[in-house]
């Protein structure tokens, strides 16, 4: 059974740094689609794509976090990496990790129906 497991969240001021990181078990590869996303609370409030990464290496970014988010991932250790910079407070949400053995290319901008298999997330608060 696939298991994503996130890690790296926490707390910084605006024009901080924080590398997430997500180990995926159950697995021998992870070289397919995979993905962050982030979701703040509230009714109604949608997860987003922040990151994703296809099976060939490309990756495509939300236009809210070009430049300053970086996502990568070391296919040895099966884990995936989102590197942010810059941070700024309305990049407070939770995180968290997507992934589908089913996805080689993502050709649409409705990332979130490509991916079956979600970690529980990692908090990541962004203060003035």
């Known amino acids: 059974q696939v298991h994503l497991v996130e890690s790296g969240g926490g707390s910084v001021q605006a024009g901080g740094s924080l590398r997430l990181s997500c180990a995926v078990s159950?697995?021998?590869?992870?070289?397919?689609?995979m993905a962050w996303f982030r979701q703040t609370p509230g009714p109604g409030n949608k997860r987003e794509g922040v990151a994703l990464i296809e099976s060939d290496g490309n990756t495509r970014y939300a236009d809210s976090v070009k430049g300053r988010f970086t996502i990568s991932k070391d296919n040895a250790k099966n884990i995936l990496y989102l590197e942010m910079n810059n941070l700024k407070p309305e990049d407070t949400a939770m995180y968290y990790c997507?992934?589908?053995?089913?996805?080689?290319?993502?050709?649409?901008?409705?990332?979130?129906?490509?991916?079956?298999?979600w970690g529980q997330g990692t908090q990541v608060t962004v203060s003035t």
């Open positions: 159950g697995v021998t590869h992870i070289s397919y689609c």
């Open positions: 997507a992934a589908d053995w089913r996805c080689r290319k993502v050709t649409d901008n409705d990332w979130r129906r490509y991916f079956g298999f």
